[in-house]
């Protein structure tokens, strides 16, 4: 009875029954048997293991540290970015809805009294581009304006366009096409405003264009013509360039008048706004400029009054693939402005030199596009044009005599004048 009870409390089994008695035995064994065969392979497992070298495992442990913190570098960055870029789509559709809601409410409203400024719009074939030019008009920051659109002689479905806008904008339509230079004018005559912005039909404005270069002819009297920066889009309105004076470095203001002639100005109307009185007073457009219209009026207007510069765009540029500086209007354009220029300062041997240099660049830049073309025979007439212009200038006379020989020998020429220019300090040679 004690035994029974002291077996019960250590947790063994007492079997009383012989035959049970037999069964336990052998179950026990193969139990028994298991647990020290596990216990031989384990050690025999530990025996076979090697310790690793301790700067393995630590060169090991760093390496996988360094993954680790690369990895976390790389989703904070990745976490910053798409922050960055739900910031930006956020602002982005403010400035949507804003300029929707301005838009709406100009669209709404019309100019109230005497306009003071007179937004000039001249027209050709524009239809694709006229209506979004227009708009940019109507969300001004500016009201106090009127809208004067000269069809000239369209032949696409522009005139349809223009009329949907109705008592919004002055319509007059030409029966012949006279050009953007007669158009210009013609607006310029009907304006009622002391101040004149033109606007080409295939440009853009931003919406406080108006605002800010009516606020400098007011606030400076002297000012005849201020300008502004300008970005440059492509025909489906993708930003190409922003801030082209800037990306270009081209200087602006120019301080003289022999900045102004010896370089393309490179001051479009649509990034104007000028005093009326200025400019009737230098003449308006020359209708037989095409290209060049421009340069001519702002050279004349420049003795007649100031120039004020805004180093901001103000303007959306969009350039076609299809220039008019290829055309052969744009050529006949440009030998009548060499002969104005050189009329104009007839009885001033200086400003005759800085106009020969400025045509000998530009005669000789347009002759070697055409020549690189194959176009020999144009390309020559160029060349001779800017020889005229310099006589002394042998490499010129080389581009000029290798369009008498074949392709072959022109394409050599060619390569020639690289490696020569390569040599050349920056600013010499650069153009022909």
């Not at 293991?49 to 760093?62: G, I, L, S």
């Not at 106090?144 to 919004?168: F, H, K, M, Q, T």
């Not at 009622?192 to 400076?220: M, S």
């Not at 100005?265 to 649509?270: G, N, Q």
Request: hydrophobic share 40%.
């Amino acid at each position: 009875m004690m035994n029974a009870e002291c077996n019960a409390r250590l947790g063994r089994t007492t079997v009383t029954d012989p035959d049970l008695a037999t069964d336990a035995k052998p179950v026990l064994a193969s139990e028994a048997t298991a647990i020290l065969a596990a216990q031989s392979d384990g050690k025999e497992q530990t025996l076979e293991r090697k310790p690793r070298p301790a700067a393995t495992v630590a060169a090991e442990r760093e390496e996988a540290s360094r993954q680790l913190q690369a990895l976390a570098r790389e989703l904070e960055q990745e976490r910053r970015r798409v922050e960055a870029l739900e910031r930006d789509l956020q602002a982005e559709r403010h400035r949507v809805e804003a300029l929707e809601r301005d838009r709406e409410q100009a669209l709404q409203r019309t100019a109230p009294g005497t306009p003071r400024a007179s937004v000039i719009i001249p027209v050709h074939n524009g239809f694709r581009t006229i209506a979004e030019a227009l708009d940019s008009v109507f969300t001004q920051t500016f009201d106090a304006y009127e809208v004067i659109v000269v069809n000239d002689a369209s032949r696409d479905e522009c005139l349809e366009v223009l009329e949907s806008y109705g008592p919004r904008i002055r319509l007059v339509s030409l029966m012949e096409n006279r050009g953007q230079s007669a158009a210009r004018n013609l607006g310029a005559s009907l304006a009622q405003g002391e101040y004149l912005a033109f606007l080409d039909q295939d440009d853009v404005w931003y919406p406080r264009k108006l605002e800010r270069q009516v606020a400098i002819l007011d606030q400076h009297p002297e000012v005849g013509l201020v300008y502004s920066d300008l970005d440059e889009v492509d025909e489906q309105g993708h930003y190409k360039t922003l801030t082209v004076h800037r990306s270009y470095g081209m200087g602006h203001p120019k301080p003289s008048l022999v900045n102004i002639v010896i370089e393309d100005l490179f001051v479009l109307p649509s990034t104007v706004v000028c005093r009326k009185r200025s400019f009737e007073k230098a003449g308006g457009f020359d209708e037989r400029l095409i290209g060049y219209e421009d340069d001519d009026l702002w050279i004349r207007m420049w003795p007649l009054c100031r120039f004020a510069y805004l180093p901001e765009a103000l303007v959306k540029w969009r350039i076609h693939r299809n220039s008019s500086s290829e055309s052969l209007l744009m050529e006949r354009s440009r030998q009548i402005f060499y002969q104005k220029l050189m009329s104009h300062f007839a009885n001033d041997p200086f400003m005759q030199g800085v106009v020969r240099k400025r045509f000998y660049n530009v005669y000789g830049s347009r002759g070697t596009q055409l020549l690189r073309r194959g176009e020999k025979t144009r390309a020559r007439a160029h060349y001779w044009m800017a020889l005229r212009n310099c006589p002394y200038a042998p490499l010129m006379l080389c581009r000029w005599l290798s369009t008498f020989f074949p392709y072959r020998i022109v394409r050599m020429t060619d390569v020639a004048w690289q490696r020569v220019k390569s040599f050349m300090p920056f600013g010499q040679g650069r153009k022909g």
